[in-house]
T-cell receptor, first 111, second 115 residues
Framework: EPEVTQTPSHQVTQMGQEVILRCVPISNHLYFYWYRQILGQKVEFLVSFYNNEISEKSEIFDDQFSVERPDGSNFTLKIRSTKLEDSAMYFC?????????FGSGTQLSVL | DQQVKQNSPSLSVQEGRISILNCDYTNSMFDYFLWYKKYPAEGPTFLISISSIKDKNEDGRFTVFLNKSAKHLSLHIVPSQPGDSAVYFCAASPKSYSGNTPLVFGKGTRLSVIA
C-alpha cells in the first residue's frame, strides 16, 4: 500500500540554525499538509498546500517557516532560524477524498 | 483555545471488554469528525469517520457515535484487543470539508488493553 514517507526520522539542531524536513506524499494525492505535535500536546495544523501554493496556514506558520514542492514529488518544510519551542514531532500528510494519510514523522530537537 | 477536547489522557481496559473513548467539541461549524490511531514511532492512521448528518457509523469492531446537541462524540471498540493499544485522536473539520480545510485535532487518549 502506498504511504507517505518522511526523512529524517530524527533531527537535532542548534538554536538559530536552519532545518529542512522532507516528505514524499502519496503520488496521486493533490493536497499536502504539515502538522506538528509538541510532546504532551495536541496535533496542530501548520499549513496546507495545493496546486503548488499554500492554501491555508495557521498562526504558528510565521515568516520563519516555508514549504516547497521543488520537483513534483518531494514536499519540504523549512524552518529558517529554529527556536527551542520548535522542538516537536512534525508530521507530513497527503489527502485523497476525506482521509488524511500521515507519514511517520520527524522528531525535531532544538538545543 | 481547545476546539476539540479529549479530557481523558489515558484509559485502561481488559481484553474482550468495551473501550469507550470520548471527545467534545466547541465549534458548531464542525460537521465532519474522524478518529485516528497512532502507534509509537508511526504517524496517525485513519480509523473511522462520521458526518453530522448521521449519529452512528460502524466499521467492524469500531463504532463512532455523534451527539450534535451535546457536541460530543465517542468511539466504541468491542471487543477490545491488545493490538488496539495506541493513542487515539479525535479530529474535526468545518462544514464543506475540502482539501484546503485543516483538521483540528484533540490531544489524544492513550488506550491500554490489558490481556
Amino acid at each position: 500500500e502506498p504511504e507517505v514517507t518522511q526523512t529524517p526520522s530524527h533531527q537535532v539542531t542548534q538554536m538559530g540554525q536552519e532545518v529542512i524536513l522532507r516528505c514524499v506524499p502519496i503520488s496521486n494525492h493533490l493536497y499536502f499538509y504539515w502538522y506538528r505535535q509538541i510532546l504532551g500536546q495536541k496535533v496542530e495544523f501548520l499549513v496546507s498546500f495545493y496546486n503548488n501554493e499554500i492554501s491555508e496556514k495557521s498562526e504558528i506558520f510565521d515568516d520563519q517557516f516555508s514549504v516547497e514542492r521543488p520537483d513534483g514529488s518531494n514536499f519540504t518544510l523549512k524552518i529558517r532560524s529554529t527556536k527551542l519551542e520548535d522542538s516537536a514531532m512534525y508530521f507530513c500528510a497527503s489527502r485523497k477524498n476525506e482521509k488524511l494519510f500521515f507519514g511517520s514523522g520527524t522528531q525535531l530537537s532544538v538545543l | 483555545d481547545q476546539q476539540v477536547k479529549q479530557n481523558s489522557p489515558s484509559l485502561s481496559v481488559q481484553e474482550g471488554r468495551i473501550s469507550i473513548l470520548n471527545c467534545d467539541y466547541t465549534n458548531s461549524m464542525f460537521d465532519y469528525f474522524l478518529w485516528y490511531k497512532k502507534y509509537p514511532a508511526e504517524g496517525p492512521t485513519f480509523l473511522i469517520s462520521i458526518s453530522s448528518i448521521k449519529d452512528k457509523n460502524e466499521d467492524g469492531r469500531f463504532t463512532v457515535f455523534l451527539n450534535k446537541s451535546a457536541k460530543h462524540l465517542s468511539l466504541h471498540i468491542v471487543p477490545s484487543q491488545p493490538g488496539d493499544s495506541a493513542v487515539y485522536f479525535c479530529a474535526a473539520s468545518p462544514k464543506s470539508y475540502s482539501g484546503n480545510t485543516p483538521l483540528v485535532f484533540g490531544k489524544g487518549t492513550r488506550l491500554s488493553v490489558i490481556a
